[in-house]
């Protein structure tokens, strides 16, 4: 069954530091997604991403935020300068047109550690 | 506020009761979804259930939903000790980029 990657599993960065979080959706999947969740907390909505543009954000994805499918296979979220409250789990989801009320497939997410 | 609510926040059974968890919501729906998260690991699909549908069946998993109350429910029946995992609910709207919004999450506990 296809499924969503993410790479790295685990990264551990210096505060202030760039990460560029990386997804391989489904290839003939539409929409795409970031989620995140603070260790402990509920999953929180961060951006999606359809027609090579956010179709929505969350007050979490500030400017600090960037995502972008550079190739048109990976999917990236890029955070400019880490901080101490970055750190979480997230997710990559991603969605076909013709699944648009079916589940979203996740990856297996990347834990963000910023120290 | 669009957030889910979930309860209980935790919930210890022994091995071959049912387990239900309960969720709530604030907004119309098109669907709503249940997930399980072992500990520190990803997100697997449950079941989805439409804004149409009110009980929906998978192997051991039974899913209702009350449109009119804004609820859902998520029956296990039989639980096993491989049941240990935290249960998210997760809706989408009715409008926008089908974005989900989650519960707080039930933690379930099965003792052997």
């Known amino acids: 069954e296809p499924e969503v990657t993410q790479t790295p599993s685990h990264q551990v960065t210096q505060m202030g530091q760039e990460v560029i979080l990386r997804c391989v959706p489904i290839s003939n999947h539409l929409y795409f997604y970031w989620y995140r969740q603070i260790l402990g907390q509920k999953v929180e909505f961060l951006v999606s991403?359809?027609?090579?543009?956010?179709?929505?954000k969350s007050e979490i994805f500030d400017d600090q935020f960037s995502v972008e499918r550079p190739d048109g296979s990976n999917f990236t979220l890029k955070i400019r300068s880490t901080k101490l409250e970055d750190s979480a789990m997230y997710f990559c989801a991603s969605l076909a047109r013709r699944h648009l009320n079916t589940e979203a497939f996740f990856g297996q997410g990347t834990r963000l550690t910023v120290v | 506020s669009q957030q889910g609510e979930e309860d209980p926040q935790a919930l210890s059974i022994q091995e071959g009761e049912n387990a239900t968890m309960n969720c709530s919501y604030k907004t119309s729906i098109n669907n709503l979804q249940w997930y399980r998260q072992n500990s520190g690991r990803g997100l697997v699909h449950l079941i989805l259930?439409?804004?149409?549908?009110r009980e929906k069946h998978s192997g051991r998993l039974r899913v209702t939903l009350d449109t009119s109350k804004k609820s859902s429910s998520l029956l296990i029946t039989a639980s096993r000790a491989a049941d240990t995992a935290s249960y998210f609910c997760?809706?989408?709207?009715?409008?926008?980029?089908?974005?989900?919004?989650f519960g707080q999450g039930t933690r379930l506990t099965i003792n052997p």
């Open positions: 991403f359809y027609n090579n543009e956010i179709s929505e």
């Open positions: 259930i439409r804004s149409n549908e």
């Open positions: 997760a809706y989408t709207g009715r409008w926008g980029a089908q974005k989900l919004v």
